[in-house]
């Protein structure tokens, strides 16, 4: 079973590639991926479990939703929207935790609600999907025009070529990748039990291939002060004065088993 | 799912239709009703956040006409579980919901609202 990613360059039309390449193969894999994926990172639910009560969140790339009961106590204290682009992701997202949840398919590319409407977002495992830095950035951007100007909560995690020993893949490593990230490719073996369920490639395991951009160290921080820039948000902590300042303060950051994390705080002067 | 809590916050998204953009409008809805964890403390805290006439008039377009026009000041037990029962009880299964500017059509399924646009749609 092939466990190693391979490089890859990506030249055809981003959103051509990224509807094979991440999109379509989700849709295939939704179930047995699913399966794999229901222990929540420790930051996360840290982040999720210090929200206030009544606070409204928009999870942008949900998956299956394993987010969306977050914290599980007291019931219904806050309640999070999964945005997501695969359909038979959502499908088990819309069950997550045995509750009914909200879930809306779209593209975290695009920005399909009132401005500012949601009090925190979280976008875990999904930003490195997206092809190209723009992309990666108007990803970040919707984030920040998703939540309150004035007190807007935002998680990022993204997956890095710094890997822990835990992880089962060897990372190819070339001297450019060390500022740019790298792009690659991750085989993902469809299960036994799956093969016989839909009585397909009679044993032969398929395997799909799909895209990640891997990041490098500091890429994660880059993209977010671009993105506030162009958002035409100040980065930093408030300041005292100026009426009408907006700004994106970075709380923390760091790495945490495999992936890079960011979480943000919007301000503004009023 | 779409209940009303989350059509409270959809707007088209098409293309140059940037104001007059929300709220979207249901059309042919066959809605389900299921019962949610009441939580007071949410339903207090989260009132503030809504658009109420959005709200009213969602929730009248479904043949719920139990909240008052304008929101009230007072937020007793009863008022918090009606406003509860509104925004998370009552479910959209099939239709779609309408753009009151450019009369973009996003079709609801399964309870999943389809907020993609074409390639040539997107703004």
């Known amino acids: 079973m092939p466990k190693d990613v391979i490089p890859v360059v990506v030249s055809a039309d981003p959103g051509t590639y990224e509807d094979a390449h991440v999109h379509a193969i989700y849709d295939d894999i939704a179930d047995h991926f699913s399966s794999t994926r229901y222990k929540p990172w420790p930051i996360i639910a840290e982040f999720l479990s210090e929200i206030p009560t009544g606070w409204m969140g928009l999870d942008a790339g949900t998956g299956n939703g394993k987010y969306l009961s977050l914290p599980p106590h007291p019931p219904g204290k806050i309640w999070s929207i999964g945005l997501d682009r695969s359909i038979n992701l959502l499908r088990l997202a819309r069950s997550a935790g045995g509750v009914t949840r909200e879930v809306v398919l779209g593209n975290v590319l695009d920005y399909c609600w009132r401005k ?4 925190f977002a979280i976008s875990i495992a999904t930003i490195h999907h997206l ?6 950035r108007v990803a970040v951007q919707r984030l920040l025009e998703a939540v309150s100007p004035n007190h807007g909560r935002v998680l990022i995690y993204v997956w890095a070529i710094e890997q822990d020993g835990l992880s089962k893949r060897s990372i190819p490593t070339n001297g450019e ?6 792009d690659v490719l991750v085989p993902w073996v469809s299960s036994d039990r799956e093969q016989n369920a839909t009585n397909a490639h009679n044993g032969v395991a398929r395997v799909y291939n799909r895209y990640y951009h891997m990041f490098a160290k500091g890429e994660l ?12 948000l100040e980065l930093g902590p408030q300041p005292g004065g100026e009426t009408g300042a907006r700004g994106v303060e970075i709380v923390r950051e760091g790495w945490e088993r495999s992936n890079y994390y ?9 | 799912m779409v209940r009303l ?3 409270n916050l959809l707007a088209c998204h098409a293309r140059g239709c940037t104001s007059n953009n929300f709220p979207l409008r249901f059309s042919d809805a066959q809605i389900e009703t299921r019962k949610a964890d009441f939580n007071a403390d949410f339903i207090r805290a989260f009132m503030p956040k809504l658009e109420w006439s959005a709200l009213v008039d969602a929730a009248k377009q479904l043949g719920d006409t139990s909240l008052p026009l304008e929101a009230p000041d007072m937020l007793d037990e009863e008022f918090l579980k009606n406003l509860h029962r509104v925004l998370l009880e009552i479910h959209i299964e099939e239709g779609s919901m309408t753009c009151p500017n450019c009369n973009h059509r996003y079709p609801i399924s399964n309870g999943i609202p389809n907020m993609l646009l074409a390639e040539d749609e997107i703004a």
């Open chain 2, 5 to 7: 809590i989350t059509h």
């Open chain 1, 262 to 270: 960011i979480e943000l705080r919007l301000w503004q002067v009023r």
């Open chain 1, 116 to 119: 500012g409407c949601f009090d």
């Open chain 1, 131 to 136: 092809t190209t830095s723009e992309r990666r």
């Open chain 1, 177 to 182: 990748c060390s500022t740019s990230g790298q």
């Open chain 1, 221 to 232: 921080i880059d993209l977010v002060k671009g993105a506030a820039l162009a958002s035409g």
